[in-house]
C-alpha cells in the first residue's frame, strides 16, 4: 500500500516549457487535492476533485490545469511556466465518506519545481 | 479575518520543557479539528485529532475551546525530533476542503 505518489520528485523548467506533475492514490479515496507551498509559507489549495470527472479551482488556479478520468489519478498541467509557479506542489487525497467524522488527509512527498 | 490562524513563531524551547501553542478558527459552527505536523521539505502528516472533549495522545494534549473559538496543542517533555512546523486544519468550514492553517515552527534546542 504505497499511499500518495507523486512524480517527478524534482523538475527544473524554463519560462514557457509545460509539464504535468503526476499524483496517483491506491486507498481507493474519492477526493484529491493539489496544494502549492511557498518558502516559509502555508499551503494554498490550486484545484480538488471529489470523484472520477468532477474537479473544482481551489484559491490559486491561474497557470494550472487538471483532469480525474480515474479514482487513482489527478495530473496536474502546467501551461506556460513562469517563475511565479517556482514552488513545492502536493497531491492529497482522503476518502470523504466517514459518516460525517472528519477522516485523515493524506499527503504525497512533494515535487519541488523551479522555474527559471 | 483568516479562517484558521496561527502564530508563525518559532518558539524556541529546551529539550524537556513543556510547549502549548494555540490557533484561532473563525467558523462558529466548526466542530472538528486536526493538527498535523510537516518537518522541513517534507509533506504534513496527522499528529492527532481534536474533539469537543479533548484528545490526549502520550506526550501530546489537543484540547478545543468552542466559546473563545480556539484549540490548542500541549507538548510535555519536549524532544529534539519535535522540532517542525506544526498545522492546524479546520475539517469542517469547507464543503470539500479542509482549511489549514500556515503553521506554527517549534525548535527544541539540545
Known amino acids: 500500500n504505497a499511499g500518495v505518489t507523486q512524480t517527478p520528485k524534482f523538475r527544473i523548467l524554463k519560462i514557457g516549457q509545460s509539464m504535468t506533475l503526476q499524483c496517483t492514490q491506491d486507498?481507493?479515496?474519492?477526493?484529491m487535492y493539489w496544494y502549492r507551498q511557498d518558502p516559509g509559507m502555508g499551503l494554498k489549495l490550486i484545484y480538488y476533485?471529489?470523484?472520477?470527472?468532477?474537479?473544482d479551482k481551489g484559491e490559486v488556479p491561474n497557470g494550472y490545469n487538471v483532469s480525474r478520468s480515474t479514482t487513482e489519478d489527478f495530473p496536474l498541467r502546467l501551461e506556460l511556466a513562469a517563475p511565479s509557479q517556482t514552488s513545492v506542489y502536493f497531491c492529497?487525497?482522503?476518502?470523504?465518506?466517514?459518516?460525517?467524522?472528519?477522516?485523515?488527509?493524506?499527503f504525497g512527498p512533494g515535487t519541488r519545481l523551479t522555474v527559471l | 479575518r483568516k479562517e484558521v490562524e496561527q502564530d508563525p513563531g518559532p518558539f524556541n524551547v529546551p529539550e524537556g520543557a513543556t510547549v502549548a501553542f494555540n490557533c484561532t478558527y473563525s467558523?462558529?459552527?466548526?466542530?472538528?479539528f486536526f493538527w498535523y505536523r510537516q518537518d522541513c521539505r517534507k509533506e504534513p502528516k496527522l499528529l492527532m485529532s481534536?474533539?469537543?472533549s479533548g484528545n490526549e495522545d502520550g506526550r501530546f494534549t489537543a484540547q478545543l475551546n468552542r466559546a473563545s473559538q480556539y484549540i490548542s496543542l500541549l507538548i510535555r517533555d519536549s524532544k529534539l525530533s519535535d522540532s517542525a512546523t506544526y498545522l492546524c486544519?479546520?475539517?469542517?468550514?469547507?464543503?470539500?476542503?479542509?482549511?489549514f492553517g500556515t503553521g506554527t515552527r517549534l525548535k527544541v534546542l539540545a
Open positions: 481534536v474533539y469537543s
Open positions: 486544519v479546520d475539517t469542517t468550514s469547507g464543503t470539500y476542503k479542509y482549511i
Open positions: 476533485s471529489v470523484g472520477a470527472g468532477i474537479t
Open positions: 486507498m481507493n479515496h474519492n477526493y
Open positions: 467558523n462558529s459552527a466548526s466542530q472538528s
Open positions: 492529497a487525497s482522503r476518502n470523504g465518506l466517514a459518516g460525517g467524522v472528519a477522516d485523515t488527509q493524506y
